[in-house]
């Protein structure tokens, strides 16, 4: 049986989980760039900033609590292909969803400082799913733990 991580090493494993979260949201907005309709580039350039600055930081706060941060893999696979202008933006929605449960877990995990920058992480994150989606959710972060929940 393997031993529970301590709360430092839970708290680390959910920092590398969204710092891995936000390599694949720079990927998939570099992909949503180039087929964003023009009335949404802005929100995409925006949302692209926002994660690059995430991602950097995360990287900074991995270091601090002694890891070795995960590195972006060369490619992303996306959930689905994009044929249309709807589906770009529901990539966009589907790739806030998924940062937003990484960011849930890492409130859970950490603690002071990382847990409120984890919290303005999940609430941004939810934000613009909305925005992308045209509606919220109604507890972020935790929309694929749902999807993924079995029924009885």
């Not at 891995?20 to 802005?42: F, K």
């Amino acid at each position: 049986m393997k031993p529970e991580p301590s709360p430092a090493g839970r708290a680390l494993q959910a920092a590398q989980a969204a710092l891995a979260a936000e390599h694949a949201a720079a990927y998939g907005y570099g992909v949503i760039g180039a087929r964003v309709v023009a009335d949404r580039a802005t929100e995409a350039r925006e949302a692209y900033g926002a994660h690059v600055a995430r991602r950097d930081a995360l990287t900074r706060t991995v270091r601090e609590m002694g890891g070795a941060p995960v590195a972006a893999e060369a490619a992303y696979a996306l959930p689905f292909e994009l044929r249309t202008p709807d589906d770009t933006t529901r990539l966009a929605a589907v790739i806030e969803d998924r940062v937003a449960g990484a960011y849930s877990d890492l409130v859970r995990a950490a603690d002071g400082r990382l847990r409120r920058e984890a919290a303005d992480a999940l609430s941004a994150s939810a934000v613009r799913a909305a925005r992308w989606r045209g509606s919220g959710v109604a507890f972020p972060g935790l929309t694929e733990r749902s999807d993924r929940a079995p029924t009885s």
